[in-house]
């Protein structure tokens, strides 16, 4: 394998906890290697330290141990190259769909800018509401804004971090297609975190699963399934089984396996 | 997923939303037509002609209440509007009226020239705000008026005196609001202007600045509202113009209680236009979002 396009290497992290001498463990010695291109999923409970990787790898928090590298670099923050979308979403109030797609642009020719702009305005589906304020988009319309932003900026890396937690079934639904549809005419390297294994497994060339605090990687799950995929697959069914099998779950009841 | 704003918003937007055809509802458009009439009346109504009709409840109570207890000195309202009339054709209106404004324009702008950037920077260095807020929490609680002995020894009988006090009137609310603004931004905000790499100088101007500008104009209201009380209270010492002016000299010479009265009535008819105006900046697109829905 070439140089992978992200790689962690022993990651750990620890906060100090509320008394005195306690430590809070969230990540214990984890390794992520992902190839460019790729479309990486991170799947674990809530709590299991998912998101705080994945703000380590984009280099918005220093790990208490263990280093990062990205194209063969060391991170030591963030970076216009690779672009955070967020959970909360990062789409800034007082701009435009427009202006807020060409935030990271401002080095381009204005007609430079506005040929992107209008270029992933348009992968998104957000054509016909150029000018029109955050406040008057729905949730997922937003969520379209922050990808497109995202893609706008040219990076070579996406991280996700629940970038769908806050939307609807239908919605989410949506944006999972449309965010397939858009990888595969970007082949850009993603790294999607979620706690949805569903999700994970219609998104993603691969799935990690984490372990439950301290978060440690349980399982590597490569889901080598033509896209769009099929839900009822044999394939599609064995990977997600395994994933919650990982997870110490039965796929059909929701409830601890018996082991 | 729906291809018009779930928010309904309060102006159309812009763009050629993919037009909102009503769902197909069993109303005839025409009845939709008249209820949406009938709203728009109803909140004129209640925008409008409602506050008008206190307002003259309101005079004929004073009226009444004036009336009833026989005083002599104490105006009725229509001896306030003929005390009014009096000033305007004397031309001392709209010299003691422009003279107040000037006072306060002057004074609330130093107040924002200084206290924007300074709460600003609190804000946003702890250090900052750690070694300036304890000097600036302990000059708030000061009334201006405390301040007028000073005032006079520093400025003398000059329009200064004023400006100064309704400056240190207004110089805290809006150094404290800019400090708790930039405290609220969002941290994704910030967040995400640094994964865009953008420079000290840059996030500053394409972040801080208009996440924190809904907050600021709120400080300013507020900041504009109490530099229009104290100028009364600023033009009763050293001055011989404007509305504090008026209403001391009015009651000093000759008990002219229809005078003091109507200074007070253009006070506050002044104080609610500024307010009105400043509200106007909150309906700025750029600063729309900072507000719930009133």
Known sequence: MSRPAVDARHVSMAFPGKRAGEVISTLD?????????????????????????????????????????????????????????????????????????????????????????????????????????????????????????????????????????ALDFITRLKMRADLTRIWQAEKKTILFVTHDIEEAVQLGDRVLVMSKRPGRIVDDVPIDLPRPRDLDAPGYLRARDRIFHAMGMSAHLGEAAPV | MSASPVTEPIVPPAPPAPSAAPPASPIAPATVHRLAGERRSQQFLSRYVLPVLVVIFALAAWDAAVRLSGSTLFPRPIEVAKGIIELGRQGLLVKYIAASLFRVTWGFTLAVIVGVPLGLFMGWFTWAANALNPIVQALRPISPIAWIPIAILWFGISDAAPVFLIFLASVFPITVSSMAAVANIQPVYVRAARNFGLSRMQLFRRVILPATLPQIITGLRIALGIAWLVVVAAEMIAVNSGLGYLIIDARNAGKRYDLVVAGMVMIGAIGLILDILVRRLERFDEVRWGYSRR
Request: glycine fraction near 12%.
């Open chain 1, 29 to 165: 010695n984890v390794s992520v290697q992902a190839p460019e291109g790729q479309f990486v999923c991170i799947v674990g409970p809530s709590g299991c330290g998912k998101s705080t990787l994945l703000n380590i790898i984009a280099g918005f928090l220093l790990p208490s141990a263990g280093q990062v590298f990205v194209e063969g670099e060391r991170v030591t923050g963030p970076d216009p190259r690779r672009v955070f979308v967020f959970q909360e979403n990062g789409v800034f109030p007082w701009l435009t769909v427009r202006d807020n797609v060409g935030f990271g642009l401002s080095r381009k020719s204005p007609d430079e800018r506005a040929r992107i702009v209008a270029h992933y305005i348009e992968m998104v589906g957000l054509t016909g509401f150029e000018g029109a304020y955050p406040r008057e988009l729905s949730g997922g319309m937003r969520q379209r804004v922050e990808i497109a932003r995202a893609l706008a900026a040219s990076p070579d890396i996406i991280y996700m971090d629940e970038p769908f937690g």
